[in-house]
Nanobody
Framework: QVQFVESGGGQVQPGGSLRLSCRTS????????IGWFRQAPGKGREAVAC????????YYQDSVKGRFTISGDKANNVVYLQMNSLKPEDTAVYYC????????????????????WGQGTQVTVSS
């Protein structure tokens, strides 16, 4: 059974940090690349980061490189997104999802390859 439950969102000042958690299944972590996406108010959904099975590969959107880190905890079936140096433009609902077509993260993320999604967690960055 594949399921995704996001948590860890909240409100933070610019420059602050948050760590998002995506609780999923052993099956998903072993067979699917896991991605983090976000959707800001009035905008479309965009890929933020991805981690392949066993953490062998990662992907980061250019705007978050050096600030965000994706990691996995196989013992607890959790994928994290550590977000540092947050900016107002990072404000969005963040979703985790499984790429059912890949075990590795590609340099370009294709959203229709992700077929299992969580409910989302709100991140608000404001002064």
């Amino acid at each position: 059974q594949v399921q995704f439950v996001e948590s860890g969102g909240g409100q933070v000042q610019p420059g602050g940090s948050l760590r998002l958690s995506c609780r999923t299944s052993e099956f998903a972590l072993n067979y699917y690349a896991i991605g983090w996406f976000r959707q800001a108010p009035g905008k479309g959904r965009e890929a933020v980061a991805c981690i392949g099975t066993s953490g062998a590969t990662t992907y980061y959107q250019d705007s978050v490189k050096g600030r965000f880190t994706i990691s996995g905890d196989k013992a607890n079936n959790v994928v994290y997104l550590q977000m540092n140096s947050l900016k107002p433009e990072d404000t969005a609902v963040y979703y985790c999802a499984a790429n059912t077509m890949r075990v590795r993260c590609m340099s370009t993320q294709i959203q229709h390859e992700y077929n299992y999604w969580g409910q989302g967690t709100q991140v608000t960055v404001s002064s």
